[in-house]
Nanobody, 124 residues
């Protein structure tokens, strides 16, 4: 079993930055894909960004492209999400998830392991 724990959320003004971390423990595999989703109030869970454990290939939602950067530290089993130029529409609970590198990267159903989430609030 894999456990995921997110941290780094908080309150920030529009235009500011935050860095989220997702620490993985338990059984992890280099073939896994790591991903960030978010869920805003009254909205469905939305794909944000993903990264492959091997090679580090990345994929971003159009809404965050150019503002967010996903990265990983394989030795620490940790994935990061650097968020710059934050906007009020970025306000959401952000979740880290993991799954084998197979299936639709944008679909929540692809991922079998989830963290508890960390709140990000962007004020105008």
């Amino acid at each position: 079993q894999v456990q995921l724990v997110e941290s780094g959320g908080g309150l920030v003004q529009a235009g500011g930055s935050l860095r989220l971390s997702c620490a993985a423990s338990g059984r992890t595999f280099s073939s896994y894909r790591m991903v960030w989703f978010r869920r805003a109030p009254g909205k469905e869970r939305e794909f944000v960004a993903s990264i492959s454990w091997i090679g580090g290939s990345t994929y971003y939602a159009d809404s965050v492209k150019g503002r967010f950067t996903i990265s990983r530290d394989n030795a620490k089993n940790t994935v990061y999400l650097q968020m710059n130029s934050l906007e009020p529409d970025d306000t959401a609970v952000y979740y880290c998830a993991a799954a084998p590198s197979y299936g639709d990267v944008r679909s929540p159903s692809t991922y079998k392991y989830w963290g508890q989430g960390t709140q990000v609030t962007v004020s105008s």
